[in-house]
């Protein structure tokens, strides 16, 4: 793919988030498939640091100072520091939606960088600008796997009945 149709299809991903997220009942985004696992307020939130403190500053990183050291991360850590099941849904839900249109409007800006430029991570060696703008437009897959399965469990649950005729999931 070339760097605009990736650009381009993050730009499609926000409206299939904002299709898959919108309207959930407070018990449907608090509900959790098992204990440890996130509902999805947890999800939108992680989407929304993500977004922003992730792989937007990452790929800007490394199309502009390649060689400066980049601010480390911690994901995991971001559930509690950030206290996402504090967050209000509806809020946080926009608060994405409105980055990733940041997002998109900065990387069409952005089409004809040095996308070739290489960050050296210090655990994962030498990365490109065009390989973390890869693994944004992964991560969106991952996320949509994620909630979709989340959706199905949820409803599998409410639902009781057998739902064996649907098709393997």
């Given at each position: 793919m070339t760097i605009l149709q990736i650009i381009n299809q993050l730009e499609i991903n926000k409206e299939i988030f904002k299709g898959l997220l919108s309207s959930k009942s407070k018990d449907e985004y608090l509900w959790r498939p098992e204990p440890k696992k996130w509902c999805i307020l947890e999800i939108v939130c992680h989407l929304f640091d993500e977004e922003r403190d992730d792989f937007r500053a990452r790929v800007k990183h490394t199309l502009e100072t390649p060689l400066v050291e980049m601010p480390s991360i911690n994901p995991e850590d971001w559930v509690l520091?950030?206290?996402?099941?504090?967050?209000?849904?509806?809020?946080?839900?926009?608060?994405?939606?409105?980055?990733?249109?940041?997002?998109?409007?900065?990387?069409?800006?952005?089409?004809?960088?040095?996308?070739?430029?290489?960050?050296?991570?210090?655990?994962?060696?030498?990365?490109?600008?065009?390989?973390?703008?890869?693994?944004?437009?992964?991560?969106?897959?991952?996320?949509?796997?994620?909630?979709?399965?989340?959706?199905?469990?949820?409803?599998?649950?409410?639902?009781?009945?057998?739902?064996?005729?649907?098709?393997?999931?």
């Open positions: 520091e950030h206290d996402y099941i504090s967050q209000n849904y509806t809020d946080i839900l926009q608060a994405f939606l409105n980055e990733r249109n940041k997002s998109v409007i900065w990387l069409k800006k952005s089409v004809d960088a040095k996308w070739n430029n290489i960050y050296q991570h210090p655990k994962l060696g030498p990365m490109s600008a065009k390989l973390f703008l890869s693994n944004w437009l992964a991560h969106d897959y991952l996320h949509f796997r994620q909630i979709n399965r989340h959706q199905y469990l949820y409803f599998k649950e409410k639902i009781n009945i057998d739902l064996q005729y649907a098709g393997n999931w």
